[in-house]
């Protein structure tokens, strides 16, 4: 299981060997423990729940305490599962997971929450075109239009693009190549960028498409 939780930094360059720029996403990846691995047998699926970012006790309930002390593990703000395929797993409860698990080169997905902009009409959510400026339209510029049919089916069809929340999703950003793997300092760059704004929560794991 190749996998660790972290938080965005956010973006630089690094030179390669040829002295190209490469444009790079930071990640704050680890320290993760090990809290907790299920299994098929008692849980009915298989997988590995780390936790991220020691944190006062007092922020956490007396379950997620409770959880936590099973294995002797301190007060840790983030808890999240990576589903594996198979049982043959090479990690235990209470073990520690660090950045050093990846090499450079490798490929990874990075999952992520992108930014939240608010409620949003259509020309900035689905890049609608705005309708004319002239003919006495004052307050229709950047109306949607019409939306429905009117005697047949007379309603408004499931999925018609239209304004709402945009933003503040789960993203996934597949087959990065990991540039810089620095265990000293716990940092991940991979190239390109990730979702979210900087200090966001990430999962980085071994890629599944390559």
């Known amino acids: 299981m190749k996998g660790i939780i972290g938080k965005k930094v956010g973006m630089t360059q690094v030179f390669d060997e040829t002295g190209n720029v490469i444009p790079v996403t930071v990640i704050q990846a680890g320290p993760c423990y090990v809290t907790q691995v299920r299994t098929a047998e008692r849980d009915g699926y298989l997988a590995v729940q780390l936790g991220f970012e020691e944190t006062k006790s007092q922020r956490l309930t007396q379950g997620q305490l409770g959880?936590?002390?099973?294995?002797?593990?301190?007060?840790?703000?983030?808890?999240?599962?990576?589903?594996?395929?198979?049982?043959?797993l090479d990690v235990e409860e209470g073990q520690e997971i660090k950045v050093d698990i990846f090499e450079k080169g490798e490929r990874v997905d990075v999952i992520g929450t992108s930014k939240g902009r608010g409620f949003a009409g259509t020309i900035k959510r689905h890049g609608f075109h705005r309708g004319p400026k002239t003919h006495g339209q004052s307050d229709r510029e950047r109306a949607p239009g019409s939306v429905g049919m009117c005697a047949t089916p007379g309603r408004t069809l499931k999925g018609q693009r239209m304004a709402g929340r945009m933003g503040n999703d789960r993203v996934t950003i597949k087959n990065l190549e990991v540039v810089v793997v620095d265990a000293e300092r716990n940092l991940l760059a991979v190239k390109g960028s990730i979702p979210g704004a900087n200090g966001g929560l990430v999962l980085v794991k071994s890629a599944r498409a390559k």
Do not use: G, Q, S, T
């Not at 294995?71 to 049982?87: H, I």
């Open 67 to 88: 959880h936590l002390k099973k294995n002797n593990l301190p007060a840790l703000r983030y808890l999240r599962e990576f589903r594996v395929r198979d049982n043959n």
